[in-house]
């Protein structure tokens, strides 16, 4: 299959320079290397810029409530494990309106790989704050200023018992492609944070890490048993230091050649790495006072957490199946039969 | 005495097992074929201290021939404490000081036989209820025509258990078989029979047999020597019934079967998303444990997760519902609306109870009806049908299904607290014998070409699935182009689009079956109802001679409503809340005046209430 197989006649509308028309190419790319063909690929969205998405593919598709994608794409899953089933959504539609669905849906694991488009604004409502907003970010919801403490994602899926968490950018087609790939790949609730810019309401929210010349120095896309090695010239890499003090560990920058130097396990099941990890270089998408802060630390891309655990699907059709199995009754007139009755 | 029927009310403490004694009670007169109607009244707390006023619980059960309802006031009270008797002689008032017994809050009628257990009325009991008396009975001023008789009931219980070698706790548990053994003796039900009812109720914990039918016993024998303060009483065996088999079924859960039976008759898989909500919640729990019929329960994290999976899965293919009541249906209006948009089948169950806000969740009301109607943003219009009776809560769960799969659009089955809780006679059907239902589909020669625009003859959208190779197809809660199924906002497209989800709901008058006229259909004097109130008002028509039109299917109306009602002298529209059935009617049929008879106690009608109103009219 390739990407053309998944694009739809829709004309695509989201502004132009926008990242979700990156997002969407690399979607298109990455089932096609999934392989599974569009009339067995389901994409649910709620509502928001990122919400559009299922039109612009040729799969089934359903662009529900704000807020609801995560409970819709639920029922499709739950009722029908054989389809792959995305769920497309926003900062807004996922983490606040849709916050209670999302926890939820990490929590049961359901099989589903959720891309979060992250700009940090409500772009569709023409720009208030968001969830992801860092404190003190001016808006037109927020004149001057919110006083709000943002959430970071990785801390909200991770906290659900998230069992896969992703971050990539926009402008990083194949980091974009390979999460996608592996969230596909991975059997329970995935979670990839895009993080995608507003050219409208909040350009540059990303500069950061999105700026070519940045993003090297800024950033690590870590890999499952590679070494966390970063830098323009691959010069840097992460190793992990306890304070003697409070015993409570950093991720510290070291020389790439350092024997410190930590190799990625995504699949460890104790999360305290990869929350350190999913952390780094926060600072400045959390409060506005930090924007310049000039944290050594990257902020990670790539696969930060990917581990096995059973299915809220799988889960609960095969206990359906066991009780069928050893069920006496099967049929309704069979049920009817258990009933305590008598001829009239 | 032989008594066309007799209501009795079973009282006692939250665990005194009343709910118990009254089912098995019903269950067996049933058997031994009378009609029977019963309504349990639960406390409203889980679980109040032992012995207050605020523990009490109930269970009605009218038995006999020519039963509607479970019947205005009890003719025989079981009252196991003296909470419980306070409660049944003061009725609404049990909380108020220096109130005495009077019929109209009265549990009981001015002629009832009241069997007490003396045992449960030490000073300390009395206390816990709040008397300021030791005599209770003249406290309470019961009327001298009220036949109470006292028995040792807890004295006795362990008397009959002392050699059983169980502990004192264990032995108070069975006080409520002496009481059931006194009932079956005092309406002459057969011990055997109640004695082999028995032991199939305990087959699944073959240790509490002997002694339950011990106690049972010794109580059907202690009747015996009551023969000389009170007559035993006989009862009419049914009226002439369809023949066949039967069952006594509660409303919530002939709700679930019915859902069960539509599923396998549409060849679909049963998929409910819920969130436990009082008096919704039995549905969910019958159906959770439904595994063996392939039925798929998710308990969602809310409300609104609640309608939406029920989406999800009805997207997929499913036969998808939601259950809830007041507060949640309000929690689901936008997921509802986006299945009117979207053009999917949903059910959607709403056993109502008082409202508004969290109200009165253990009580009965009819008041979500403009809710189910109008409850929504824009123009959205889908069915709405009522169940009447708890039996037939099973026949209305399979026909929202059917409407809801064969018409593409959501139906709400608007049920209450009355039906969920109450038991009647079902009689259980074939699955050869219900309706066919054919789901709507989509025909092959679209593979290629199809879009969610496309409708059939009738209006209704062709349904395509995800998995069929060659109809992937977007849907949305944004409006839809009517040609193309793509996301429009053309004005002249909308307009249209409007027009056709409202015909395709109102094409289904043509689908469903006239309404009929009861009871004396040539008077000039018509009662309207709709839902649960079917009962009462059959039994007040009867009584007035009138006719009754009961409506099941509200939205859209059956095609001759409007003949019916214009073709009264006077129509008085019966309702439990201020008047929205009569309201939805003066829109429907504009010419007519209706009169209202509306009650908002939280409480099912009172036949000789309603028979007062339409005599001083």
């Known amino acids: 299959m390739v990407p053309q197989d998944f694009k739809s006649d829709q004309y695509v509308r989201f502004c132009p320079g926008c990242g979700d028309h990156a997002i969407c190419a690399a979607l298109q790319k990455a089932m096609a290397e999934i392989g599974v063909p569009p009339h067995q690929t389901v994409v649910i969205s709620g509502i928001g810029c990122s919400s559009r998405m299922p039109h612009y593919l040729n799969t089934y598709g359903f662009n529900t409530i704000h807020g609801r994608g995560g409970a819709v794409a639920t029922g499709v899953k739950t009722s029908h494990p054989e389809l792959t089933v995305w769920q497309m959504s926003g900062d807004g539609d996922c983490l606040a309106i849709g916050g209670n669905h999302f926890i939820h849906e990490i929590r049961r694991n359901v099989d589903l790989n959720i891309c979060m488009f992250n700009n940090r604004i409500y772009g569709l409502t023409k720009g208030q704050y968001s969830p992801t907003s860092p404190k003190g970010f001016i808006s037109k919801s927020s004149p001057f200023g919110t006083v709000e403490r943002p959430f970071i994602p990785a801390q909200l899926v991770l906290g659900a018992g998230g069992t896969f968490f992703a971050r990539t950018l926009d402008v990083d087609m194949p980091t974009t492609v390979d999460c996608m790939v592996q969230a596909h790949k991975h059997k329970g609730a995935s979670v990839i944070e895009c993080l995608v810019n507003c050219v409208i309401f909040n350009n540059g929210t990303h500069e950061w890490i999105a700026n070519r010349e940045l993003r090297a120095e800024h950033s690590i896309v870590l890999k499952h048993g590679e070494k966390m090695i970063f830098g323009t010239n691959k010069d840097k890499g992460l190793a992990i230091e306890i304070d003697p003090q409070t015993f409570i560990p950093h991720i510290i920058v070291v020389p790439a050649d350092d024997e410190r130097v930590l190799v990625h396990d995504a699949q460890q099941p104790d999360p305290t790495l990869h929350r350190l990890l999913a952390l780094m270089g926060q600072e400045r998408f959390t409060d506005v006072a930090d ?54 | 005495m032989e008594k066309e029927n007799i209501v009795v009310r079973f009282c006692g403490d939250s665990g005194d097992g009343m709910q118990l004694t009254g ?94 257990d003396t045992d449960s009325f030490t000073d300390k009991d009395l206390e816990k209820a709040l008397y300021t008396t030791d005599n209770p009975f003249t406290e309470l001023g019961l009327p001298e025509s009220v036949q109470v008789v006292p028995v040792a009931v807890t004295a006795l219980t362990k008397e009959a258990l002392k050699d059983s070698g169980m502990d004192n706790k264990a032995m108070l548990k069975s006080r409520n078989m002496f009481a059931l053994g006194i009932v079956c003796w005092l309406f002459d039900r057969p011990i055997d029979k109640a004695i082999h009812f028995l032991e199939g109720k305990f087959a699944k914990k073959p240790a509490l047999i002997a ?79 439904r595994k063996d019929m392939n039925v798929m329960v998710v308990q969602a994290e809310d409300e609104i997760a609640g309608v939406c999976t029920a989406i999800g899965a009805s997207f997929a293919g499913d036969l998808a519902c939601t259950s809830t009541s007041g507060p949640g249906l309000s929690l689901k209006s936008e997921g509802i609306g986006l299945a009117v948009m979207a053009e999917l089948p949903l059910v959607v169950i709403d056993v109502q109870r008082g409202g508004p806000s969290t109200g009165l969740p253990t009580k009965t009301e009819q008041t979500d009806l403009l809710q189910a109607l109008y409850g929504r943003n824009g123009e959205c219009p889908l069915v709405v049908i009522a169940a009447s009776t708890p039996a ?10 059917k409407i809801a799969l064969e018409n593409m659009t959501p139906v709400i089955l608007m049920t209450d607290t009355y039906l969920a809780n109450g038991t009647g006679l079902w009689r259980i059907p074939q699955m050869a014998e219900l309706p066919e239902i054919k789901p709507q589909g989509v025909p092959e020669e679209l593979k290629g070409k199809y879009n969610p625009a496309l409708r059939d003859e009738n209006g209704v959208r062709y349904m395509a699935t995800p998995g069929m190779e060659g109809f992937t197809y977007r849907n949305i809660g944004l409006e839809r182009d009517s040609e193309k ?14 027009l056709a989800r409202q015909a395709k709901v109102d094409q289904v008058a043509d689908r469903i079956p006239d309404a009929q006229v009861q009871c004396n259909a040539d008077s000039d004097t018509l009662l309207v109802g709709w839902g649960s109130t079917e009962g009462h008002l059959k039994a007040a028509a009867n009584q007035l001679n009138c006719a009754l039109l009961q409506l099941n299917y509200i939205y859209p109306l059956q095609r001759n409503v409007g003949d019916i009602i214009r073709s009264y002298k006077r129509v008085v529209v019966c309702e439990l809340n201020s008047g929205q059935l009569a309201a939805y009617l003066r829109s429907q049929v504009p010419e007519v005046t209706l009169l209202q008879y509306n009650q908002m106690t939280a409480q099912p009608f009172q036949v000789e209430q309603i028979i007062d109103y339409v005599n001083n009219l």
Request: with cysteine; proline share 4%.
């Open chain 2, 485 to 498: 199924g793509s996301i429009s906002t053309n004005p002249e497209n909308h307009q249209k689009m409007v």
């Open chain 2, 211 to 289: 002694p339950n039918v011990k106690v049972l016993t010794d109580g059907y024998n202690y009747g015996q020597n009551l023969a000389l303060s009170i007559n035993q009483i006989r009862l009419m065996a049914a009226t002439e019934q369809e023949h066949g088999t039967y069952t006594s079924i509660a409303g919530n859960k002939a709700t679930a079967w019915g859902l069960i039976a539509a599923a396998e008759k549409a060849g679909k898989r049963l998929f409910l998303g819920s969130y436990p909500i009082t008096p919704a919640t039995d549905i969910m729990h019958e159906l959770a444990g």
């Open chain 2, 23 to 116: 089912s098995l009670f019903s269950s067996l007169s049933a058997i031994l074929g009378n009609e029977i109607s019963t309504l349990p009244d639960f406390p409203a707390e889980i679980r109040a201290p032992q012995g207050t006023l605020g523990g009490v619980s109930g269970f009605q059960v009218n038995v006999g021939k020519g039963v509607f309802t479970p019947g205005d006031k009890a003719d025989v009270i079981v009252a196991m404490n003296a909470a419980a008797l306070k409660v049944c002689a003061l009725g609404s008032k049990f909380n108020q000081k220096g109130a005495t017994y009077n019929e109209q809050d009265a549990l009981f009628k001015r002629d009832a036989v009241v069997i007490v």
């Open chain 2, 392 to 401: 037939n809560c099973f026949r209305y769960a399979y026909e929202a299904c």
């Open chain 1, 291 to 344: 924007a310049d802060s000039q944290s050594p630390l990257p902020v990670a891309l790539g696969v930060i957490r990917n581990v096995t655990a059973d299915t809220y699907d799988q889960a609960v059709n095969r206990q359906i199946e066991e009780v069928r199995a050893r069920a006496k009754a099967q049929t309704f007139d069979q049920l009817t039969q258990s009933l305590e009755q008598w001829e009239m």
